[in-house]
Antibody, heavy 117, light 107 residues
Framework: QVQLVESGGGLVKPGGSLRLSCEAS????????MSWIRQAPGKGLEWVAY????????DYAGSVMGRFTISRDNAKNSLYLQMNSLRAEDTAVYYC??????????WGQGTLVTVSS | EIVMTQSPATLSVSPGERATLSCRAS??????LAWYQQKPGQAPRRLIY???TRATGIPARFSGSGSGTEFSLTISSLQSEDFAVYYC?????????FGQGTKVEIK
């Protein structure tokens, strides 16, 4: 069955960096756009970034533009999110998900990123 | 960006009753709307896409309707496992945006 497993979260100081990973299995990875979505504690969902099948199309939410970079390695069935210049407001659970035409089909269990001094 | 507004924020319903949740878009999203269910401590789960198409494995008691700017999700007879937070999401334009959620709680 489809499985998405995020890793790489943790505690980081403001201004620091983290790289999140999402390992996919159970489906043909390069047949799907992939996305990162986040959820601040007790809050709603925010789409962070998405990437097309081979990485030719990428877009970001305005709140992370210029600080975060989404990428993928289809040979490793993996999705990444490089997060730089982290701020307190980036504290959230980060989910990866595969996308079908704009809606999110399968989701990982999430990884918590905490930005605090 | 397109703002999605859900109402009510909280809906108190007895098991077996019908629940209707609303979602309004600040501009037309045609039928490019999805609904998700999220239980505490879990990732969201997709329910509906294309405003009215149930995703694989979703029970028939869940139905979606609407187009343009007004949408609804109906749960025909609430089961214990349906008490959760529900989010709508438009995918007509980037950035994809979610509503703030409706919590369906036990009355």
């Amino acid at each position: 069955q489809v499985q998405l497993v995020e890793s790489g979260g943790g505690l980081v100081k403001p201004g620091g960096s983290l790289r999140l990973s999402c390992e996919a299995s159970g489906f043909t990875f390069n047949d799907f756009y992939m996305s990162w979505i986040r959820q601040a504690p007790g809050k709603g969902l925010e789409w962070v970034a998405y990437i097309s099948f081979y990485g030719t199309t990428i877009d970001y939410a305005g709140s992370v533009m210029g600080r975060f970079t989404i990428s993928r390695d289809n040979a490793k069935n993996s999705l990444y999110l490089q997060m730089n210049s982290l701020r307190a407001e980036d504290t959230a659970v980060y989910y990866c998900a595969n996308e079908r035409g704009g809606w999110l089909d399968s989701w990982g269990q999430g990884t918590l990123v905490t930005v605090s001094s | 960006e397109i703002v999605m507004t859900q109402s009510p924020a909280t809906l108190s319903v007895s098991p077996g009753e019908r629940a209707t949740l609303s979602c309004r878009a600040s501009q037309s999203v045609i039928s490019n709307l999805a609904w998700y269910q999220q239980k505490p401590g879990q990732a969201p789960r997709r329910l509906i896409y294309g405003a009215s198409t149930r995703a694989t494995g979703i029970p028939a008691r869940f139905s979606g309707s609407g187009s343009g700017t007004e949408f609804s999700l109906t749960i025909s007879s609430l089961q214990s496992e349906d008490f959760a937070v529900y989010y709508c999401q438009q995918y007509n334009k980037w950035p994809r945006t979610f509503g703030q959620g409706t919590k369906v709680e036990i009355k």
